[in-house]
């Protein structure tokens, strides 16, 4: 069964920690994104990739910031955690042409409380 | 720019009831649009999608949507509501094959029996 795994369903954190969110698909999509999901406000998007090594700033970049070492992986940073950064962080993969292109496979969610 | 815009944040219908999600949007560019669904503690999951087909779109669990331009829509529905049915569900919508997909705020579905 294909898909998109996140490493860590539940984080407590605190001001000012640097916070890991690892998210990794085996479906060999070249596209990967990053959005948090907030009651209310749906899903936003902080940024996303084509390619390893390539990353595009979404709706929300501020904050954060990601890496892609290998096409299955895709990581997102938050610097300095801060409060306002508590939400539920949402990976997805998609292949980037043909058949199925731009259809998203998700994770499970990460979800990140920040004190 | 697109956007979607889901009419009502929370939907609720008796169980066997007609099931109506509404999803407007706004595109430059003849649209790619899709409806996923989030059961509780999940991510979310392909309902289904709009490619420029039929505009007529059947998907997973007995829904379906239609696509009409004239009226920049594309709600979502169901004959007859199951309990299993309740969850949120999320309209989106792309300009093209490879950009990123932008989401309506969610209308959260409840069941009652």
């Known amino acids: 069964d294909v898909k998109v795994t996140q490493s860590s369903r539940y984080l407590v954190k605190r001001t000012g920690e640097k916070v890991f969110l690892e998210c990794v698909q085996d479906?060999?999509?070249?596209?990967m994104f990053w959005y948090r999901q907030d009651p209310g406000l749906g899903l936003r998007l902080i940024y996303f990739?084509?390619?390893?090594?390539?990353?595009e700033k979404g709706d929300i970049p501020e904050g954060y910031s990601v890496s892609r070492e290998k096409k299955e992986r895709f990581s997102l940073i938050l610097e300095s955690a801060s409060t306002n950064q508590t939400s539920m962080y949402l990976c997805?993969?998609?292949?980037?042409?043909?058949?199925?292109?731009?259809?998203?496979?998700f994770g499970a969610g990460s979800r990140l409380t920040v004190l | 720019a697109q956007s979607v815009t889901q009419l009502g944040s929370h939907v609720s219908v008796s169980e066997g009831a007609l099931v109506l999600l509404r999803c407007n949007y706004s595109?430059?560019?003849?649209?790619?649009l899709f409806w996923y669904v989030q059961y509780p503690n999940q991510g979310l999951q392909l309902l289904l999608k709009?490619?420029?087909?039929?505009?007529l779109v059947k998907g997973i669990n007995g829904f379906e949507a239609e696509f009409k331009k004239s009226e920049t829509s594309f709600h979502l529905t169901k004959p007859s509501a199951h309990m299993s049915d309740a969850a949120e569900y999320f309209c989106?919508?792309?300009?093209?094959?490879?950009?990123?997909?932008?989401f309506g705020k969610g209308t959260r579905l409840s069941v009652i029996a």
């Open positions: 997805a993969s998609s292949r980037r042409a043909g058949r199925g292109a731009n259809v998203l496979t």
């Open positions: 479906m060999d999509h070249e596209n």
């Open positions: 990739s084509y390619d390893v090594k390539m990353k």
């Open positions: 595109s430059s560019v003849p649209p790619y």
């Open positions: 709009y490619t420029s087909a039929a505009t």
């Open positions: 989106a919508v792309s300009s093209s094959g490879n950009t990123p997909l932008v």
